[in-house]
C-alpha cells in the first residue's frame, strides 16, 4: 500500500496585488475551490487507507496536494518578491514553522508513546528510526533506502511513514524560495520579466518530470519516496501561480474545466492501483486535472459547499492522524485489513482528533503569534526533533533490553525435535525475537545476494569447501538463497564446492516476472540468460533450485501459478543437460500473520502461533508442477516435514525461531537442517 499526503499552510487574509493586469482572483489569499480540493485529496487518500479495494489509485491525493502546496506558496513568494523587491527567506521559513510543526510533532510525541508501548517489540526499532526521520524531515530518505533493500521490503508498515510527504515538501523548498530570491534581485538589477522566470520555473518542471520518468522505469519503489522525482508536481503548481498572476480564463470556460480536472482525478483514482509505476507519466493526469481545478478558480461547485471547506480545514491533521489509528487498529486486531466496523471507527476517530488539533494546536499557534520570529521558530524546531528523538530513544533502549540468548546445541535443536515430537519450551529462543528478522545468509553482508540492477554474474561467491570435489551450484531467487547455510555447512563437513548464482527475487524460469512492487524485471530475464551461459564453465554436479510461491509473472492471464510453471520447466529443460542432477526445492511454509508479534504474546503457549498445513502452503507452488512435468530430468524434494509436523508447522520448531519474517527461514535454522538436506542430496546424486 503506497503511503501519501501533505496539506500546505491555509493562507488567511486577503490582501490585494496588481500585476498589471484584470485578475480579479490573483489577490486572494484564501480560495474556497482550493479548500474544496484539498477535502477532495484527503478523502481518496483516507479511503484507500482504509480499504484500498475500494479505491485503489487513491494514493493520488499525494499528487495534489503537491500541487496545491506549490501553488500557494509560489503565489506567496511572487506576491513579496513583486511588492517588496525582495524575498527573506527567514520569513519564508518562520512561516512553515508555524504551520506545519506544531500540530505534526504532537502527532509524532502521541504515536511515538503508544508505539513504546503498544507495538510489538520487534517493531519498536524501525518505528524508532523512523520517529527521527521524520522529526527531521528525511522520512522519505528512509524510505527510498527501504524500498530499495530487498531485505526490508516485507517489513510491516510503520505508523509514522505517512510523513514522507512532508519531508519531500520542506526538501523542495530548501531550493524553491531561492529562485525567487534570485528572481527579486534580477528584477532590480536588469528589470527582468516574469516569462524569465516563467522559463526558470518551466525548466526545473521539464527537467525533473524527465528525471521522474526514467527513473521510475528502472525503480518505481524508491522513485516514489525521492524530491527529485516529484519536484515536478509542485512547480505544475509554482508556474500555475505565476501564470494566474497575468492571465485569466474566460467565464465560460471555467465551469467546464473544473469538472474536466476533478474527473482526471477521479479516473485516476479509480483505474490506477499499486501496480501500476508511479509517479513518471501516469503521475501527469492527477497533476493536470488538479492543476485544472486551480485554474478554473471558484465556480459553483460542490468544492464550495460547507462540508467540503470544513474537511479541506481539517485535512491536515486529518492526514496526520488517520495512518497512525490504521496501523494500531490493524496491529490491535492482528489481521491484514480492517473490517466494515473497524473502517467506520478509525474514520471517525481521525475526523474527531483531526479536528481538535485543528482547534487546540494549529489556530491558536497561527492566531495568538507564538511562533513570532526566526529565533522563536529555531527553539521550536530544535524542541520538537529532540522531543521526538527522545520518544526514538526509548523505544531503542526497550528494544536493547532484550538481550541476545547464546547459542545451545543441547537446547536449540531445530527440525531434530520434530522427529523426537518433543515441544519447544518458549523461553531461550534463539535466535532472539528483536534479533530473528537479522538473521539472514552470509551471502547478503558478502554482496553475493544480486540485487535488483544487477546482471553481471560473481562466479568468485564460492561457500562450503572452495577444493571440494563435488559441485553444487546454487540458482534462484531468495528462496533458493535462504538455503545456503546449510550448503556452507555440508559443504565444509563433506568437501563440496557451493557456488552460489542468486539474485533477489528471480526465480530461475523463462517467463517474465514482476519485481516485489509490481513493476516489470527485465534485469532477471538478462541475469538467467547469464546463469545458463556460465553452467559449463562450472561444471556443475547438482544445480540446486527454488523460487517463492509469491513470485508474480508478467501476462499471466488466469493462471498465474501455470504460466510461471511453464517458464521453469523451460529454464530448467536448459539448465538439466549442463549438470549431473538439477534440483529443484518446493518453497517452504508461508505465514499469513505477523509471527514475531504472535511469539512475543504467547511465550507461555507457542503453539497459538503454529499454522495448519493447508495454511502454510495455501498457494500452489508452480515448482511442483513443473517437476511432475520434467520427472526424467529433475528431482524435486519436498522438505515440508522439516518444517511441519502432521498437522501443523510451528513457528518455533526445537526452540529455534523458524521465520525472520512470514515466508524467509532465519540462517540458524537453515544451517540446523544441514544434515537431512546433505542426505536427501546424496539419495538423488548415488
Same mark, same amino acid.
Given at each position: 500500500m503506497r503511503p501519501l499526503f501533505v496539506r500546505p499552510p491555509t493562507p488567511s487574509t486577503p490582501e490585494k496585488k496588481d500585476h498589471g493586469a484584470s485578475v480579479p482572483d490573483t489577490g486572494r489569499r484564501f480560495r474556497p475551490e482550493v479548500q474544496g480540493l484539498r477535502a477532495v485529496a484527503v478523502l481518496l487518500v483516507l479511503v484507500y487507507h482504509l480499504d484500498p479495494d475500494l479505491l485503489p489509485g487513491g494514493y493520488v491525493g499525494v499528487d495534489v496536494f503537491f500541487v496545491i502546496s506549490g501553488f500557494l506558496i509560489t503565489s506567496l513568494l511572487y506576491r513579496e518578491a513583486d511588492k517588496h523587491g525582495r524575498v527573506s527567506i527567514a520569513r519564508f521559513y518562520v512561516r512553515r514553522v508555524r504551520r506545519l510543526l506544531?500540530?505534526?510533532?504532537?502527532?509524532?510525541?502521541?504515536?511515538?508513546?503508544?508505539?513504546?508501548?503498544?507495538?510489538?517489540?520487534?517493531?519498536?526499532?524501525?518505528?524508532?528510526?523512523?520517529?527521527?526521520?521524520?522529526?527531521?524531515y528525511a522520512e522519505n530518505l528512509y524510505l527510498a533506502h527501504q524500498a530499495v533493500d530487498y531485505l526490508a521490503s516485507d517489513a510491516p508498515p510503520s505508523p509514522v511513514q505517512h510523513f514522507w510527504s512532508l519531508a519531500v515538501e520542506e526538501q523542495f523548498y530548501l531550493v524553491w524560495p531561492l529562485l525567487f530570491v534570485l528572481w527579486a534581485w534580477a528584477v532590480r538589477r536588469w528589470r527582468a520579466t516574469p516569462v524569465l522566470l516563467g522559463a526558470v520555473l518551466a525548466t526545473v518542471? =521539464?527537467?525533473?518530470?524527465?528525471?521522474?520518468?526514467?527513473?521510475?522505469? $528502472?525503480?518505481?519503489?524508491?522513485?516514489?519516496?525521492?524530491?527529485?522525482?516529484?519536484? /515536478?508536481?509542485?512547480?505544475?503548481?509554482?508556474?500555475?501561480?505565476?501564470?494566474?498572476?497575468?492571465?485569466?480564463?474566460?467565464?465560460?470556460?471555467?465551469?467546464?474545466?473544473?469538472?474536466?480536472?476533478?474527473?482526471s482525478i477521479g479516473v485516476s483514482a479509480?483505474?490506477?492501483?499499486?501496480?501500476?509505476?508511479?509517479?513518471?507519466?501516469?503521475?501527469?493526469l492527477p497533476v493536470l486535472g488538479s492543476a485544472a481545478v486551480i485554474a478554473a478558480g471558484r465556480t459553483e461547485t460542490p468544492l464550495n459547499w460547507g462540508a467540503a471547506q470544513f474537511v479541506g480545514d481539517i485535512s491536515y491533521s486529518l492526514y496526520l492522524w488517520h495512518w497512525p489509528l490504521i496501523v494500531f487498529a490493524l496491529t490491535w486486531t492482528g489481521a491484514t485489513s480492517l473490517g466494515a466496523l473497524e473502517i467506520v471507527v478509525v474514520a471517525a476517530a481521525s475526523v474527531v482528533l483531526a479536528w481538535l488539533t485543528k482547534v487546540c494546536v494549529e489556530d491558536p499557534v497561527r492566531e495568538r503569534g507564538l511562533v513570532p520570529g526566526a529565533r522563536s521558530a529555531v527553539v521550536v524546531a530544535v524542541a520538537g526533533i529532540v522531543a521526538v528523538s527522545a520518544v526514538g530513544a526509548a523505544s531503542l533502549a526497550r528494544v536493547g533490553q532484550y538481550s541476545s540468548v547464546p547459542f545451545d546445541p543441547r537446547v536449540h535443536v531445530g527440525a531434530a525435535a520434530l522427529e523426537e515430537g518433543t515441544a519447544s519450551t518458549g523461553a531461550d529462543l534463539y535466535p532472539a525475537l528483536v534479533e530473528a528478522e537479522q538473521d539472514i545468509p552470509a551471502l547478503y553482508d558478502e554482496e553475493c545476494q544480486a540485487q535488483r540492477a544487477d546482471v553481471v554474474l560473481r562466479?568468485?561467491?564460492?561457500?562450503?569447501?572452495?577444493?571440494?570435489?563435488?559441485?553444487? =551450484?546454487?540458482?534462484?531467487?531468495?528462496?533458493?538463497?535462504? /538455503? =545456503?547455510?546449510?550448503?556452507?555447512?555440508?559443504?565444509?563437513?563433506?568437501? /563440496?564446492?557451493?557456488?552460489?548464482?542468486?539474485?533477489?527475487?528471480?526465480?530461475?524460469?523463462a517467463a517474465p516476472v514482476r519485481w516485489s512492487d509490481g513493476s516489470r524485471y527485465d534485469e532477471c530475464a538478462q541475469w538467467n540468460d547469464a546463469v545458463l551461459a556460465e553452467l559449463?564453465?562450472?561444471?556443475?554436479?547438482?544445480?540446486?533450485?527454488?523460487?517463492?510461491?509469491?513470485?508474480?509473472? +508478467? #501476462?499471466?492471464?488466469?493462471?498465474?501459478?501455470?504460466?510461471?510453471?511453464?517458464? +521453469?520447466?523451460? $529454464?530448467?529443460?536448459?539448465?538439466?543437460?549442463?549438470?549431473?542432477?538439477? =534440483?529443484?526445492?518446493?518453497d517452504t511454509p508461508v505465514a499469513d500473520r505477523d509471527l514475531f508479534a504472535c511469539l512475543e504474546e504467547n511465550t507461555d503457549d507457542l503453539a497459538e502461533c503454529a499454522l495448519t498445513r493447508e495454511e502454510a502452503f495455501a498457494k500452489e507452488d508452480p515448482q511442483v508442477q513443473a517437476a511432475s512435468a520434467m520427472e526424467d530430468d529433475?528431482?524435486?524434494?519436498?522438505?515440508?516435514?522439516?518444517?511441519?509436523?502432521?498437522?501443523?508447522?510451528?513457528?518455533?520448531?526445537? #526452540?529455534?525461531?523458524?521465520y525472520r519474517d512470514y515466508h524467509h527461514m532465519t540462517a540458524t535454522y537453515a544451517e540446523l537442517l544441514s544434515d537431512q538436506l546433505a542426505g536427501r542430496i546424496e539419495q538423488v546424486m548415488s
Open positions: 506544531p500540530a505534526s510533532t504532537v502527532v509524532l510525541l502521541v504515536t511515538g508513546a503508544v508505539s513504546l508501548v503498544f507495538l510489538p517489540v520487534t517493531r519498536l526499532s524501525d518505528t524508532a528510526w523512523q520517529l527521527i526521520a521524520s522529526a527531521v518542471l =521539464v527537467g525533473s518530470l524527465a528525471h521522474s520518468v526514467s527513473y521510475t522505469a $528502472q525503480d518505481p519503489a524508491a522513485a516514489y519516496f525521492l524530491p527529485t522525482t516529484r519536484a /515536478w508536481e509542485l512547480a505544475v503548481g509554482g508556474l500555475l501561480a505565476v501564470v494566474l498572476a497575468h492571465r485569466t480564463l474566460p467565464a465560460a470556460a471555467r465551469t467546464p474545466l473544473v469538472w474536466a480536472g476533478l474527473a479509480v483505474v490506477y492501483s499499486d501496480a501500476t509505476a508511479f509517479p513518471g507519466w501516469a503521475a501527469l562466479t568468485d561467491c564460492v561457500y562450503g569447501d572452495p577444493e571440494g570435489d563435488r559441485t553444487v =551450484v546454487v540458482v534462484g531467487d531468495s528462496h533458493a538463497a535462504q /538455503w =545456503v547455510p546449510a550448503l556452507d555447512r555440508i559443504g565444509t563437513e563433506r568437501g /563440496w564446492r557451493v557456488v552460489t548464482l542468486t539474485k533477489s527475487a528471480c526465480a530461475f524460469t559449463p564453465d562450472l561444471d556443475a554436479d547438482v544445480v540446486f533450485s527454488s523460487a517463492s510461491v509469491r513470485t508474480e509473472p +508478467l #501476462n499471466a492471464g488466469d493462471d498465474p501459478t501455470g504460466a510461471l510453471a511453464e517458464g +521453469l520447466a523451460t $529454464q530448467w529443460e536448459k539448465a538439466a543437460p549442463l549438470t549431473d542432477q538439477f =534440483v529443484a526445492v518446493r529433475v528431482h524435486l524434494l519436498d522438505l515440508s516435514d522439516l518444517f511441519c509436523a502432521e498437522d501443523r508447522c510451528d513457528a518455533v520448531v526445537g #526452540n529455534v525461531v523458524v
